[in-house]
């Protein structure tokens, strides 16, 4: 009787270790491939955003041949718009037949405005934006275990996430937080990600607390959840 008491309790323990324990997610991890190329996972679900795109497309940033090799099964891939610099039809091909997974962009937009998992509290709004010599463009709010990060790619203005309450992270050109100043108005997000820049291209950051330059590839950040 004791024995099958021990052994109950041991199998309860585990199970709640399994369930609050070993899978509670602390944190999303955002990896910079390049130009707007991220990878963000918490552990889970495996979100590619603009990428795979053509490496060294107008003389942005090129990447190793082992970055598409290492991209993870069933991932999501989601796309601001089709630029070679955001977005490769032949290496998104091939990434579908060796990784299958799902992407979306302007083809499938509404299909992507209903793209949630409730387990992780994932959404995404997606907001229609201008860029020269694109038929369409798209800026994205995701909301990942409570936290919000904006994805500008290449829009042109400001307006847009000027008009965004809080966000965590806002990844955007610099042309974007220039616009913001020369219109005398703030970013309201706790920390901004300057990308899109070419290989050789400096920018002078005089607040590191708040902005973070990503022209080093691979460069990984953390978005702590409390």
Same mark, same amino acid.
């Given at each position: ?17 399994? =369930? ?6 602390? *944190?999303? =991890?955002?990896?910079?491939?390049? !130009? ?22 107008? &003389?942005?940033?090129?990447?190793? *041949? $082992? ?6 099964? &069933? $991932? ?14 032949? &290496? ?10 799902? /992407?979306?962009? =302007? ?22 934006? /201008?860029?020269?010599? $694109? ?21 042109? $203005? ?13 990844? @955007? ?8 100043? *020369? ?6 997000? /706790? ?8 290989? !050789? *291209?400096?920018? @002078? !950051? ?6 973070? @330059? ?13």
């Amino acid at each position: 009787m004791k024995f099958n008491y021990l052994k109950a309790l041991f199998i309860l323990i585990v199970v709640f270790i399994s =369930k609050f324990g070993l899978a509670q997610v602390n *944190e999303i =991890k955002v990896k910079f491939i390049g !130009n707007c190329g991220l990878y963000m996972t918490d552990g889970d679900l495996n979100i590619y955003v603009d990428f795979p795109y053509k490496s060294g497309a107008f &003389n942005y940033m090129e990447y190793d *041949e $082992s970055e598409l090799d290492s991209i993870k099964e &069933n $991932s999501i891939f989601i796309f601001t718009h089709k630029h070679p610099d955001h977005y490769s039809g032949k &290496n998104m091909r091939k990434t579908l037949r060796k990784k299958n997974g799902k /992407k979306y962009g =302007k083809w499938n937009i509404s299909k992507l405005e209903n793209l949630t998992d409730s387990t992780t509290g994932f959404s995404i709004q997606v907001f229609e934006t /201008k860029h020269r010599f $694109s038929f369409r463009h798209y800026s994205y709010l995701i909301t990942w275990h409570g936290k919000k990060i904006f994805l500008s790619g290449d829009t042109e $203005s400001a307006d847009t996430i000027l008009k965004i309450g809080t966000i965590d992270w806002a990844f @955007v050109p610099s042309w974007i937080v220039h616009d913001a100043n *020369e219109k005398g108005m703030k970013i309201d997000a /706790k920390m901004i990600g300057i990308y899109h820049l070419y290989p !050789n *291209e400096k920018v @002078v !950051n005089n607040s590191p607390d708040k902005i973070k @330059v990503f022209d080093k590839q691979g460069e990984t950040i953390s978005i702590y959840i409390e």
